[in-house]
């Protein structure tokens, strides 16, 4: 959107002037209606980096909120399990709208076992002991 010469200085300027950022999806809610999903990041030495900078491996701003949950970040992954815990969207909306799949999918699994649900449909899964090993009379 900017130019090469002026993204440098643009740069500079939005990391200095950010405080939080706060964002908000709306998804749809159980029984009709929409829900709130926010994601929430303050600004801290780690987030003016990759804004000077630029996301790269092990430095993404996903990792930087995940991170700083005790600061009362929050991740649009983490809203939306909250919102799935508490029944107020579902399974299907949950994974449609989430940021990273297999973290959803993992929480919601967690979620579900907690409240005693079946999370997978593989059943009858047992160790087979004799693997390897010669049959009972043959050589």
């Not at 959107?1 to 950010?18: A, G, Y």
């Not at 409240?115 to 009858?124: L, N, P």
Request: hydrophobic share 35%.
């Amino acid at each position: 959107m900017f130019d090469t010469e002026e993204e440098k200085q643009i740069r500079i300027r939005l990391s200095d002037s950010i405080r939080y950022v706060v964002c908000q999806r709306l998804l749809p809610k159980e029984g009709g209606g929409r829900v709130a999903a926010f994601e929430i990041m303050g600004n801290d030495i780690r987030v003016k980096e990759v804004i000077l900078e630029g996301e790269s491996e092990g430095k993404t701003l996903y990792e930087i909120i995940e991170d700083n949950r005790a600061f009362g970040w929050c991740t649009f992954d983490d809203s939306i399990l909250e919102l799935f815990q508490e029944g107020q969207v579902s399974h299907d909306t949950a994974m449609a709208f989430a940021s990273k799949k297999a973290i959803m999918r993992r929480g919601i699994d967690r979620i579900k076992a907690a409240r005693g649900e079946k999370v997978t449909d593989i059943e009858g899964l047992e160790i087979d002991r004799g693997y390897g090993r010669p049959k009972k009379g043959k050589k």
